[in-house]
Structure formats: structure tokens, C-alpha cells
């Protein structure tokens, strides 16, 4: 029961094909149709064979790097079998998500970042194991590392004077400093400082009714009140106060100048209600990635401007009634589904009369008929045994390949073969003399000599 049961959080197979390897996802939701089905999204991860050959190189490159940084086993360890199906095991993670019937789910699996002290053998022993430590991006074609980095050094680091002596004067270049802007130590009392906020607050207010883009914006006594007790008024009086050492007299007079009093807006008065709901917009479909935002929906305004917004914003009623919109909205997904094992009929298996291979299925529904001798005498295409329960045809169906029960597990679900093909070794080449007689005779009796044959389909399947 807990096996057929899938919940948000797992990493799954799916099937959109019954010849083709399994998609391996990770559930983000389950969300129920209309209809009564239940979809899952997911986030999708790719194979070795979905990406092209140029970033195959790159994979291998980085893969080659990291093995040098390894502490534990490494590559040079393994059997050549073993770095074969290795890179069956790996994975690359994308930003893409997709959307798919929740019954196309064929099993749970495990998905996990490479892990540079542990040893590279750990995930061939573990049955439905994975693991990725590169993202690979669909639109652009490209590789990127997934890791975190340790920010060290004079980027990311301020470097410490020691301490200055008693009397000694301080060498380094002032301008090149930051710039105070308030002392703790200053003559005024708690209370005066309070009551001249007070004062800034009532001239920011009547700052507002003399503004005639305020009074829209602010149509209310209470509202522009509340607009002029923002934190940008607080910075502004205490900013006046300081750059005049803390004097009263002169601070106030310089909150009311000759022209009038002075406005002062932050970014929450600044954007208009349709730049807000544009910014809500965007913050759904992209999260906090600023530069996206600013690219694609509000491209007239400074990053800083948005950053500031967004920070303001939180602070905001509305931000706090979708965050409980958002919340109501998760407890009403679905948190789990069940899935019943998937047993029908495969149609790439072979069918049987009295015990002997007599038709293959073609992944695509058309029939074909074997020779008897020749289903016989044709081993499986990836462990070259004789001998099997099931048989499965594999590869196009004028090629009349076949693989076993075991290693049409193993392909449905690492998109590979057990063995490396003549393709990718290169080395495993029969006699010369035999395989040139088998090909001539047309017989496969010979299992090297129909591998031989085989080589073009070989590359088709990758």
C-alpha cells in the first residue's frame, strides 16, 4: 500500500512511452481535474541520451574535474562495466516543469546532489538510485553547476584594521569610508527626540495635503497621516538633525524651507496601483528573480526601485491576505494520491506460441513475423543470454532486436544497456575472419556477428 502511495516531495517514473525508458520527476503538486483525474506537476530531470553530444563532452569535462577533487573513490576504481552503467545513474536537473496524468506514474525512485565524499560505486548499489550535480537548461541548450559556493576572500569579506592606539590618528583615506549619519552619544533626551519626530510626521502630512498627486493618492486625512509616518520621514528628520549637531531650533526650520515643506515619498507611494498588480503579477510567475521582473513587466524602473518595493510591500495588508489565499489554496491540494500497480501488457513483448517466440510487437503497432530459427538463435542485446521468461522487442522494429525480462527492466528505467555496444567501445570487435564468414552465410548463430549488424540501430537508440 505505502509503495503505490505518492505524495508531493517524491522523485517518480513516468511513462510516455512503452518503448522508450522511463521520465524521471519529482512531484511539486497534485491538483484534481474537473474531470476527476488527478495531474501531477513536476520538474523535470533529463538523461544522458536527451542531451546533445557537445554537452555530453561538457558533462564528461566537469565530471573529470570533480574527480580529481574527490577524497573517497573515484572513476579510476571502477570496472569499465561500472563507469558504463555509472553514467546511466546520472542525471540533469532542470528549471522546466510540466504537467502529467498522475496514472503514467510507474514507481518511486531516488534522486540526490552528488556527494563529493562518499563513494561513486554507493549509487550502483542502491536499486532505482540517481544522482545529478549539473542543471540543464531545454531553451538554451546549456550546463550549469548546481552547487553552493563558499564566498571567501576580499569580495565577500571586509579585512579588519587592528585597533587603534590611544592618540594615534587613523592613516586610512576618509572619503573611502562610510559616511555616520547618527550618533547614539548625542545631547538630546530620549523624549525631544521623540516629540521632533512627532514634528516631522505633522509636516509630512501637511506636506501631502498641499500636493495635489497626494491628495489623489491619498484621498483621506488618516491615509496621508499613515503615509507620512513611513520610515522615509523618520530617516529624513533624523538625518536633519544629525547634519545640524543635533540642534532643535535649526533642524526644524530646515523641515520647513522658504518654498514650503519638504515631501518625502518612499517607493510605496511612488508606483501606481497598476505598476503594483503588475508587480504581484510577476512576483507569481517568477518568484524573486528581480532581474526577470524588471525585464518583463516593469522595465522603466531601477532593480534597486524594485527591491525596495518588494521589501515595503511585505510589510503591507495585501501581502499578508495572499500569503493566507496561498495558504488556503495549498490545504486544498491534494497531499497524496494512490496509484495501483501498473500490470497490463506491454506491446513491445513478444508473444508466444507453444513456448517459442513467434511475433514481435513494433513499439508503434505494426506486427512482424520471425523466422523461427533466427528468434531462437538471437541473444539479448544487452546481457547476450539465450534464455528468458519474457522477451521484449527493442530498437526499430526491421531490426528484430530483442532484449530479456532483466534487462528490459534495466533500460526502461536507467535508458541504457547492461554492456557497452560496439559503438561506444569501439574495442569488443570479433575475429575478423568469422564475423566477415557469419555475414556473408547470413547466419546468426554467432551473437558477435549479429552485434555487428546491429551497429547502425545502435546509434539510432544512443
Same mark, same amino acid.
Given at each position: 500500500m505505502a509503495a503505490n502511495m505518492y505524495r508531493v516531495g517524491d522523485y517518480v517514473y513516468f511513462e510516455n512511452s512503452s518503448s522508450n525508458p522511463?521520465?524521471?520527476?519529482?512531484? &511539486? /503538486? !497534485?491538483?484534481? @481535474?474537473?474531470?476527476?483525474?488527478?495531474?501531477? =506537476?513536476?520538474?523535470?530531470?533529463?538523461?544522458? $541520451?536527451? *542531451?546533445?553530444?557537445?554537452?555530453?563532452?561538457?558533462?564528461?569535462?566537469?565530471?573529470?574535474?570533480?574527480? &580529481? /577533487? !574527490?577524497?573517497? @573513490?573515484?572513476?579510476?576504481?571502477?570496472?569499465? =562495466?561500472?563507469?558504463?552503467?555509472?553514467?546511466? $545513474?546520472? *542525471?540533469?536537473?532542470?528549471?522546466?516543469?510540466?504537467?502529467?496524468?498522475?496514472?503514467?506514474?510507474?514507481?518511486?525512485?531516488?534522486?540526490?546532489?552528488?556527494?563529493?565524499?562518499?563513494?561513486?560505486?554507493?549509487?550502483?548499489?542502491?536499486?532505482?538510485?540517481?544522482?545529478?550535480?549539473?542543471?540543464?537548461?531545454?531553451?538554451?541548450?546549456?550546463?550549469?553547476?548546481?552547487?553552493?559556493?563558499?564566498?571567501?576572500?576580499?569580495?565577500?569579506?571586509?579585512?579588519?584594521?587592528?585597533?587603534?592606539?590611544?592618540?594615534?590618528?587613523?592613516?586610512?583615506?576618509?572619503?573611502?569610508?562610510?559616511?555616520?549619519?547618527?550618533?547614539?552619544?548625542?545631547?538630546?533626551?530620549?523624549?525631544?527626540?521623540?516629540?521632533?519626530?512627532v514634528v516631522a510626521c505633522a509636516v509630512g502630512t501637511f506636506a501631502r495635503a498641499l500636493d495635489c498627486s497626494s491628495s489623489v493618492r491619498q484621498p483621506s486625512l488618516h491615509m496621508s497621516a499613515a503615509a507620512a509616518s513611513r520610515d522615509i520621514t523618520l530617516f529624513h528628520a533624523m538625518n536633519t538633525l544629525h547634519k545640524h549637531n543635533y540642534d532643535l531650533t535649526q533642524a526644524i526650520n530646515i523641515l520647513v524651507p522658504q518654498g514650503g515643506p519638504i515631501l518625502c515619498r518612499d517607493e510605496m507611494e511612488e508606483w501606481s496601483a497598476s505598476e503594483a498588480n503588475l508587480f504581484e503579477e510577476a512576483l507569481e510567475k517568477y518568484g524573486k528573480d528581480f532581474n526577470d521582473i524588471r525585464q518583463d513587466f516593469l522595465p522603466w524602473k531601477s532593480l534597486t526601485s524594485i527591491i525596495e518595493y518588494y521589501y515595503m510591500w511585505k510589510t503591507t495588508d495585501r501581502y499578508v491576505q495572499q500569503k493566507r489565499l496561498k495558504a488556503a489554496e495549498v490545504e486544498s491540494k491534494l497531499k497524496q494520491v494512490y496509484i495501483p500497480t501498473y500490470n497490463k501488457p506491454n506491446p513491445n513483448q513478444i508473444s508466444t506460441i507453444n513456448g517459442k517466440p513467434a511475433v514481435v510487437n513494433g513499439p508503434v503497432g505494426e506486427m512482424i513475423h520471425q523466422n523461427q530459427n533466427s528468434s531462437v538463435c538471437r541473444p539479448c542485446e544487452s546481457c547476450y543470454a539465450t534464455q528468458s521468461q519474457q522477451w521484449f522487442s527493442w530498437g526499430p522494429p526491421t531490426m528484430q532486436c530483442r532484449l530479456c525480462a532483466l534487462c528490459w527492466i534495466y533500460w526502461k528505467k536507467y535508458g541504457g544497456l547492461k554492456k557497452r555496444t560496439r559503438t561506444e567501445a569501439e574495442k569488443m570487435s570479433p575475429p575478423h575472419d568469422v564475423s566477415i564468414t557469419a555475414m556473408k552465410e547470413g547466419s546468426l548463430s554467432w551473437p558477435g556477428s549479429h552485434r555487428e549488424q546491429m551497429k547502425g540501430g545502435r546509434k539510432i537508440l544512443g
Amino acid at each position: 500500500m505505502a509503495a503505490n502511495m505518492y505524495r508531493v516531495g517524491d522523485y517518480v517514473y513516468f511513462e510516455n512511452s512503452s518503448s522508450n525508458p522511463y521520465l524521471i520527476r519529482r512531484i &511539486e /503538486e !497534485l491538483n484534481k @481535474t474537473v474531470t476527476g483525474t488527478v495531474e501531477a =506537476k513536476v520538474i523535470c530531470f533529463y538523461r544522458r $541520451r536527451d *542531451i546533445t553530444n557537445s554537452l555530453i563532452v561538457l558533462a564528461d569535462k566537469h565530471a573529470r574535474e570533480m574527480e &580529481e /577533487e !574527490l577524497e573517497t @573513490t573515484s572513476l579510476s576504481d571502477l570496472t569499465e =562495466k561500472q563507469r558504463h552503467q555509472l553514467k546511466h $545513474r546520472e *542525471i540533469f536537473l532542470s528549471r522546466q516543469y510540466d504537467s502529467l496524468p498522475a496514472t503514467h506514474i510507474r514507481g518511486k525512485c531516488s534522486v540526490s546532489l552528488l556527494n563529493e565524499t562518499g563513494s561513486m560505486g554507493s549509487y550502483l548499489e542502491k536499486e532505482d538510485s540517481f544522482f545529478y550535480f549539473l542543471v540543464y537548461d531545454p531553451s538554451q541548450k546549456t550546463l550549469l553547476a548546481d552547487k553552493g559556493e563558499i564566498r571567501v576572500g576580499t569580495r565577500y569579506q571586509a579585512d579588519i584594521s587592528d585597533m587603534l592606539n590611544e592618540g594615534e590618528s587613523d592613516s586610512r583615506d576618509q572619503s573611502k569610508m562610510e559616511v555616520k549619519i547618527w550618533d547614539p552619544d548625542n545631547p538630546l533626551n530620549d523624549r525631544q527626540i521623540e516629540q521632533f519626530l512627532v514634528v516631522a510626521c505633522a509636516v509630512g502630512t501637511f506636506a501631502r495635503a498641499l500636493d495635489c498627486s497626494s491628495s489623489v493618492r491619498q484621498p483621506s486625512l488618516h491615509m496621508s497621516a499613515a503615509a507620512a509616518s513611513r520610515d522615509i520621514t523618520l530617516f529624513h528628520a533624523m538625518n536633519t538633525l544629525h547634519k545640524h549637531n543635533y540642534d532643535l531650533t535649526q533642524a526644524i526650520n530646515i523641515l520647513v524651507p522658504q518654498g514650503g515643506p519638504i515631501l518625502c515619498r518612499d517607493e510605496m507611494e511612488e508606483w501606481s496601483a497598476s505598476e503594483a498588480n503588475l508587480f504581484e503579477e510577476a512576483l507569481e510567475k517568477y518568484g524573486k528573480d528581480f532581474n526577470d521582473i524588471r525585464q518583463d513587466f516593469l522595465p522603466w524602473k531601477s532593480l534597486t526601485s524594485i527591491i525596495e518595493y518588494y521589501y515595503m510591500w511585505k510589510t503591507t495588508d495585501r501581502y499578508v491576505q495572499q500569503k493566507r489565499l496561498k495558504a488556503a489554496e495549498v490545504e486544498s491540494k491534494l497531499k497524496q494520491v494512490y496509484i495501483p500497480t501498473y500490470n497490463k501488457p506491454n506491446p513491445n513483448q513478444i508473444s508466444t506460441i507453444n513456448g517459442k517466440p513467434a511475433v514481435v510487437n513494433g513499439p508503434v503497432g505494426e506486427m512482424i513475423h520471425q523466422n523461427q530459427n533466427s528468434s531462437v538463435c538471437r541473444p539479448c542485446e544487452s546481457c547476450y543470454a539465450t534464455q528468458s521468461q519474457q522477451w521484449f522487442s527493442w530498437g526499430p522494429p526491421t531490426m528484430q532486436c530483442r532484449l530479456c525480462a532483466l534487462c528490459w527492466i534495466y533500460w526502461k528505467k536507467y535508458g541504457g544497456l547492461k554492456k557497452r555496444t560496439r559503438t561506444e567501445a569501439e574495442k569488443m570487435s570479433p575475429p575478423h575472419d568469422v564475423s566477415i564468414t557469419a555475414m556473408k552465410e547470413g547466419s546468426l548463430s554467432w551473437p558477435g556477428s549479429h552485434r555487428e549488424q546491429m551497429k547502425g540501430g545502435r546509434k539510432i537508440l544512443g
